[in-house]
T-cell receptor
Framework: AQKITQTQPGMFVQEKEAVTLDCTYDTSDPSYGLFWYKQPSSGEMIFLIYQGSYDQQNATEGRYSLNFQKARKSANLVISASQLGDSAMYFCAMRDAYTGGFKTIFGAGTRLFVKA | GAGVSQSPSNKVTEKGKDVELRCDPISGHTALYWYRQSLGQGLEFLIYFQGNSAPDKSGLPSDRFSAERTGGSVSTLTIQRTQQEDSAVYLC?????????????FGAGTRLSVL
C-alpha cells in the first residue's frame, strides 16, 4: 500500500544555514513521482520540487534539492541558505499509477522554523 | 483565471445543515482534486476527477459527501447533514493531466466550521 512518512513534526534552523527535511515512502509500483510542497501560514500549498522514480539525477530547483535514495525509499528535501520566509509547513507527497488514475498521498508534514 | 479559485473562503454552519464548496480550476486543466486538511494535519484525499472519466471517489469519508464537476471545469463539493468532525480546511487542486509528473496547483481553501 502507498505510504508517506515524515518523522520530524518540527525543525529549527538558523538563518543562512542548510536544513534537511526527511521523507520516506512505500509503494509497490516501480513508476512513481515524488513532490514537495510548502504551506505558509496563509494556507496555500506551493509546489517546490519533483523527482521521478526513473530520473537519474537528483532534482534541484534554486535553493531546493531533493536527496533521492531509491533503494532506501527516501526523498529528503534540502533547503540551502535558509531564509526567514522559509518558515512554513513542508509536505512530502507521492503519486503512483494504479488502476483508474493517479492518486497522490501526502505525509503529515514538518513545520520548519527559521531563526534570525 | 490565473490560479485555482475556491469559494467561500470561510463557511460557518450549524450541525445538520448542508454546505456546498466551490472550486474553479485553472483553465484547461483536466485533473481536479479535493482534499481535506484538519487542524495541524496533512492532506486527506477525498476525490479526483480526470477529464470525462468516472471520478475516483475512494477517499470520500461517508455518503454525506459528494462532488460533481460540470462541463469538465467547475467542481462543487457537497456535505450533507454536516457534523462537527467535518470542520476542516477543504483544499482544491487542479493539474494538467493524469501523468505522474503533472503538478497540482492548489487554491487557498475553504475553512469550514460546523457549530
Amino acid at each position: 500500500a502507498q505510504k508517506i512518512t515524515q518523522t520530524q513534526p518540527g525543525m529549527f534552523v538558523q538563518e543562512k544555514e542548510a536544513v534537511t527535511l526527511d521523507c520516506t515512502y512505500d509503494t509497490s509500483d516501480p513508476s512513481y513521482g515524488l513532490f514537495w510542497y510548502k504551506q505558509p501560514s496563509s494556507g496555500e500549498m506551493i509546489f517546490l520540487i519533483y523527482q521521478g522514480s526513473y530520473d537519474q539525477q537528483n532534482a534541484t530547483e534554486g535553493r531546493y534539492s531533493l536527496n533521492f535514495q531509491k533503494a532506501r525509499k527516501s526523498a529528503n528535501l534540502v533547503i540551502s541558505a535558509s531564509q526567514l520566509g522559509d518558515s512554513a509547513m513542508y509536505f512530502c507527497a507521492m503519486r503512483d499509477a494504479y488502476t483508474g488514475g493517479f492518486k497522490t498521498i501526502f505525509g503529515a508534514g514538518t513545520r520548519l522554523f527559521v531563526k534570525a | 483565471g490565473a490560479g485555482v479559485s475556491q469559494s467561500p473562503s470561510n463557511k460557518v454552519t450549524e450541525k445538520g445543515k448542508d454546505v456546498e464548496l466551490r472550486c474553479d480550476p485553472i483553465s484547461g486543466h483536466t485533473a481536479l482534486y479535493w482534499y481535506r486538511q484538519s487542524l495541524g494535519q496533512g492532506l486527506e484525499f477525498l476525490i479526483y476527477f480526470q477529464g470525462n472519466s468516472a471520478p475516483d471517489k475512494s477517499g470520500l469519508p461517508s455518503d454525506r459527501f459528494s462532488a460533481e464537476r460540470t462541463g469538465g471545469s467547475v467542481s462543487t463539493l457537497t456535505i450533507q447533514r454536516t457534523q462537527q468532525e467535518d470542520s476542516a480546511v477543504y483544499l482544491c487542486a487542479s493539474g494538467g493531466g493524469a501523468a505522474l509528473k503533472n503538478i497540482q496547483y492548489f487554491g487557498a481553501g475553504t475553512r469550514l466550521s460546523v457549530l
